[in-house]
């Protein structure tokens, strides 16, 4: 199973261009799963009507159209802020996931910002894939470079939102994706893995599948290679991640390979401000 996380960037910078460019960066990976984060939504009401059925008024359904692929939205709790930076007050924000397979379950939680709202979020889709249901989950945390603590609350709010949502799956590991604002040596990326720190929810713990790579492999997902990350002055850092649970029966869900992608211009245009990180696990 091919997993891939990705920030989208929102409809920030050549937002149109970059859209085909992560279009064509999707279809030449051939994902199975990708959890998406800074992903638009044109509004509610091209949500119920025209379009909304063809995805056109949202990136991940235009995406999912394109790809073949089914669909899952959970939209920010608090759009404003984003929404005053672009000067579009119609333009929502969240995250969503792309699937191979029938979504059968879906729920999204606000998570926990320092002002007590929640203009971040995380969204769980239960995936019907063949042998066993794979619960997976995507997030986006807060940013700001001294917000630590304020990671490490919404870690934990992540962290039992999945034991919420992984029941008594005996299966397929839980897979949990996302940018997480935060270098891997971090408290909040430790206390969310748990096996270098208590974890956040007793018993639970996940493994970053980055432990996986090649030696020396290029893992900085916000790079100062990246023209739009450029002028932010490094240092450049993997502050995007994917997380699986212990493997399954058999090894199902163990990670065979890990890798960067969307880490150059696509025709002259670079997709996102953030890589892509790519994950094969068994199934």
């Not at 199902?252 to 953030?274: E, F, K, M, N, Q």
Request: with cysteine.
């Amino acid at each position: 199973m091919r997993v891939v996380t990705w920030n989208l960037w929102w409809r920030f910078g050549p937002w149109q261009e970059r859209q085909k460019a992560i279009l064509a960066v999707l279809r030449e990976l051939r994902p199975d799963v990708v959890g998406l984060q800074e992903v638009w939504e044109q509004g509610v009401w091209e949500r119920k009507g025209e379009g909304a059925e063809s995805g056109e008024g949202n990136l991940a359904g235009w995406l999912a159209r394109e790809l073949g692929m089914h669909w899952a939205w959970g939209e920010y709790g608090d759009a404003e802020r984003w929404q005053r930076r672009i000067g579009d007050p119609g333009v929502g924000i969240g995250t969503a996931v792309l699937s191979r397979w029938p979504v059968l379950e879906r729920d999204a939680i606000g998570l926990p910002t320092a002002e007590g709202g929640s203009g971040r979020g995380a969204l769980h889709a239960l995936l019907d894939a063949p042998g066993a249901p794979v619960p997976f989950f995507t997030a986006h945390l807060s940013s700001e470079t001294d917000a630590s603590a304020q990671r490490c609350r919404q870690v934990t709010a992540l962290a039992e939102f999945v034991a919420r949502h992984r029941g008594g799956n005996t299966g397929h590991p839980p897979v949990i994706t996302g940018d997480f604002n935060a270098w891997p040596d971090s408290d909040e990326v430790r206390l969310f893995g748990g096996y270098r720190t208590a974890p956040a929810v007793p018993g639970q713990y996940f493994f970053d599948v980055w432990e996986y790579a090649e030696p020396g492999a290029p893992s900085a997902t916000w790079d100062l290679a990246n023209p739009y990350v450029a002028g932010s002055h490094g240092p450049s850092v993997r502050v995007d991640y994917i997380h699986v649970g212990p493997p399954g029966p058999g090894g199902l869900g163990h990670v065979r390979a890990v890798r960067r992608a969307g880490d150059g211009p696509v025709d002259g245009v670079w997709p996102s401000d953030h890589a892509a990180v790519v994950a094969d696990l068994a199934d």
